[in-house]
């Protein structure tokens, strides 16, 4: 019965981060660029009363054994890399990827970042920006003449300059994709950086070595399901309580036990 309590308990607590990822997929419903997560786990080890395969008195060799766990854990934070809706904004600076691969932002810590989220500013000098002001890598400057901003699906960028006829053009975007993408870690404001996990970082023009195309005015909506996040909020708060009703019918019979009177 002190097996129990603990078991339930385990599991419990593994139902209490799963539904914390869910509000988290659920919070970032509207956030442009974001991945949804679930989380992956695993059964804890088991204490074996009689083992299989063992023999009997009698000589006999036991098909099955007797083995109980001892409750569940989380083992992982799995990130799925789905692509979200397109959202027509109409925005020249608002950029969505069509496939795989990442936009490069500079941290003013001089890092380099990661992200999916395409709503990018002007800032003073001209330079593409995220909303954090981090600075689009390879760094983009938009003259101040610029009078329209064309951003090609291969990523090359293309300004209008007030005078001129012709357009010209002032840089090509790159984007950057991953062996293991879900080893991403992930720092918040959209942001991602590389790890060991993930694999070293590959960049090139959009279109090639595997990577997506742009496609201007539009934004990647996030992956997020409402519906499916509803019903595996359903699911984790069943469990939950069924881990309850575990940890209390344990209780009850402890106290059964304790009551016990010659």
């Keep these: 019965m002190i097996r129990a309590l603990f078991s339930a308990a385990a599991g419990m607590q593994a139902q209490q981060l799963n539904l914390d990822n869910i509000a988290n997929n659920l919070a970032n419903v509207n956030t442009a660029g974001f991945k949804r997560s679930r989380i992956d786990f695993q059964d804890l080890f088991y204490q074996s009363f009689r083992p299989a395969g063992a023999s009997t008195a009698t000589g006999a060799e036991l098909p099955v054994g007797i083995e109980v766990g001892h409750g569940s854990k989380p083992i992982a934070t799995q990130r799925i890399y789905v692509q979200g809706d397109p959202q027509e ?20 810590d001089g890092t380099t970042a990661y992200t999916r989220a395409g709503s990018f500013k002007r800032d003073a000098n001209g330079r593409m920006v995220t909303s954090d002001g981090y600075a689009l890598q390879p760094e983009m400057s938009i003259p101040s003449q610029a009078m329209t901003v064309h951003v090609g699906s291969d990523g090359v960028v293309s300004a209008t300059i007030s005078g001129q006829t012709a357009s010209q053009q002032i840089g090509t975007i790159e984007l950057t994709r991953f062996i293991n993408p879900a080893g991403l870690q992930s720092v918040g404001r959209n942001l991602f950086l590389a790890t060991s996990a993930s694999g070293d970082p590959t960049s090139g023009a959009p279109g090639t070595q595997g990577l997506g195309t742009i496609s201007q005015g539009f934004l990647e909506l996030s992956n997020v399901k409402v519906v499916e996040e509803m019903v595996n909020l359903i699911m984790s708060q069943r469990a939950y309580e069924a881990g309850s009703k575990a940890v209390q019918a344990a209780d009850e019979m402890l106290q059964v036990s304790n009551n016990i009177r010659r």
């Design 89 to 108: 904004t109409e925005n020249p600076l608002d950029l969505m990827i069509e496939g795989d691969g990442f936009f490069q932002v500079l941290r003013p």
